[in-house]
């Protein structure tokens, strides 16, 4: 970003009326400003060039703070107190990898549950899930192929386990587990981050897309994970279940369980993506919502 920038709210003021600059410097050095009359603004050689006539007005020299601009597109839930009392969880989405981050990057994030759970994608390939002090690391996966992913926790064995398969007809369903875990605290309030570290700030963003993203406060056999993929729809009683088609025009996140929990979309991530069951007969979202749910 440049060291110093700015601009202006409004584009045109009539005389009496007021106009405000809004501007941030990196520079660490006080910022004189001048009022100039713009006699020429084009700066194509077959002109004038670029011609201002300094007015007589003097500014006083001005600290102005540096107000650096969060980048990465990213998706905020606030939970409230859904996940309070949680003991058993299973956590289900399908995830389409589109680049390698430089070290590692968040698929999501819920702060208040166990110390942080995040469910991550390194440069290596590999999808991980930690919550509190416990990692557990798939193998390395294929880049721009669609992943349904299952995250358990089971309170009466203590065991965390990440279940993945490619989005193929042929493909078996692998997975990685840690046993021996307590249950996780959950604190609340507590807010989900969909493709960043959040909440406070987006760090660590994903790229690549995400779609069918549901979370139960049980840990769901085999057999349910299966059927909630091939509907792509929730079982009955989620604590939050997002279907990324709906109202696709707009910055909020719909949630189709019963909690209601309607997100917002934060710096404009592309929505209207192909989804894993893009079929290529209709070109237009609008057309076939459900294939292009990501």
Not at 115 to 128: C, E, K, M
Not at 169 to 193: H, K, M, N, Q
Request: hydrophobic share 40%.
């Amino acid at each position: 970003m440049l060291k110093l920038a700015g601009y202006a709210d409004r584009l045109s003021v009539r005389p009496g009326e007021t106009i405000s600059f809004k501007l941030s410097n990196a520079t660490g050095a006080p910022v004189k400003a001048e009022l100039v009359r713009v006699i020429c603004a084009d700066p194509n050689p077959a002109t004038p060039g670029i011609r201002e006539e300094k007015l007589a007005v003097e500014f006083p020299e001005m600290a102005i703070a540096e107000h650096p601009v969060p980048r990465g597109s990213h998706g905020a839930v606030d939970l409230g107190d859904t996940l309070a009392g949680l003991c058993d969880f299973t956590l289900v989405l399908t995830v389409q990898p589109t680049r390698l981050p430089e070290a590692t990057s968040a698929i999501l994030a819920i702060d208040g549950l166990g110390g942080g759970l995040v469910l991550t994608f390194d440069n290596a390939a590999r999808l991980a899930a930690r919550i509190g002090e416990t990692t557990i690391t798939t193998e390395p996966l294929t880049i721009r192929q669609w992943v349904d992913v299952a995250l358990t926790f089971d309170q009466a064995t203590g065991r965390l386990r990440l279940a993945w398969r490619p989005v193929t007809a042929a493909a078996d369903c692998r997975s990685t587990e840690a046993t021996g875990l307590e249950a996780p605290a959950a604190r609340t309030p507590s807010v989900l981050t969909i493709a960043a570290a959040g909440p406070a700030s987006p760090l660590a963003t994903f790229d690549g897309r995400i779609e069918n993203l549901q979370f139960y406060p049980r840990a769901l056999s085999a057999d349910e994970i299966s059927r909630s993929r091939a509907a792509q729809a929730p079982l009955a009683d989620p604590l939050f279940a997002f279907d990324f088609a709906r109202e696709t025009t707009t910055s909020t996140l719909v949630d189709t369980g019963p909690n209601g929990l309607t997100g917002r979309l934060v710096n404009h991530p592309a929505r209207g993506m192909r989804s894993s069951r893009w079929s290529g007969h209709e070109m237009c979202w609008r057309h076939a919502p459900g294939e292009y749910a990501a």
